[in-house]
């Protein structure tokens, strides 16, 4: 894929949902030569980049819209404090680059802080790593539990979530001593939340109203 910016802006669009051989120049290219105007999520890991420039689905948009609304909830009442930072991009330079659907991080300290002049994105050489990433999965959920999941275990990220839009349900994996993610039932970002009740969340959300979906996940928080 060694092409030019030029050659690089009039592919964008072809390259949109295909894993493609790369370097960290072609990705930096592309990423550069993205028009002002275009909407795109950057992925990039082991030699490989992937474009998502896929539009967003009512479906999609109202469960990525609901979880600050839930983490809000669940921190409010169980202590603790986040920042949210989703679909912001990622990098560690030469290595990996993500833009996750849900980007959280705990507690105020050192959180990643943008100054003029600085680039529009989180650099994961100089700020500590997200505690949770997720991708919400409407279209994209083979490739979610399998080459973002290597990568996100790559940047070795304490918890990352699988969003299953269309069974409304969630899938929890947590890093492990060998550098890989086992899945879980509860969360330990979140400490002590089942999946089950952030998969009864997304049911609720997309048959009705987001403010019916968060009074009901309020409500069984008092069980955990």
């Not at 295909?18 to 890991?45: G, I, K």
């Amino acid at each position: 894929m060694h092409a030019s910016v030029d050659q690089l802006r009039t592919q964008i669009f072809q390259l949109t949902g295909v894993w493609q051989a790369a370097s960290w120049s072609d990705y930096e290219a592309c990423r550069d030569s993205l028009p002002s105007d275009v909407r795109a999520r950057l992925f990039f890991d082991d030699g490989y980049l992937l474009v998502d420039m896929g539009s967003e689905g009512p479906n999609h948009a109202s469960v990525s819209d609901i979880f600050p609304i839930l983490f809000f909830l669940w921190f409010s009442q169980k202590g603790g404090r986040f920042k949210s930072f989703g679909r912001c991009l990622l990098e560690k330079t030469g290595y990996q680059a993500a833009s996750p659907d849900l980007v959280l991080y705990l507690e105020e300290q050192d959180l990643p802080k943008w100054q003029p002049g600085d680039l529009r994105r989180i650099n994961l050489d100089k700020n500590r790593l997200p505690n949770l990433v997720a991708e919400v999965a409407d279209t994209t959920l083979a490739g979610d539990l399998d080459e973002k999941k290597a990568l996100y275990a790559a940047l070795q990220i304490q918890e990352y979530w699988v969003i299953d839009v269309d069974a409304a349900r969630i899938f929890i994996f947590r890093l492990q001593e060998d550098g890989r993610y086992g899945q879980f039932e509860v969360s330990s970002v979140l400490e002590g939340l089942p999946g089950e009740v952030l998969s009864g969340a997304i049911a609720r959300v997309k048959e009705g109203m987001t403010d019916s979906a968060a009074m009901w996940f309020s409500e069984q928080m008092n069980n955990y």
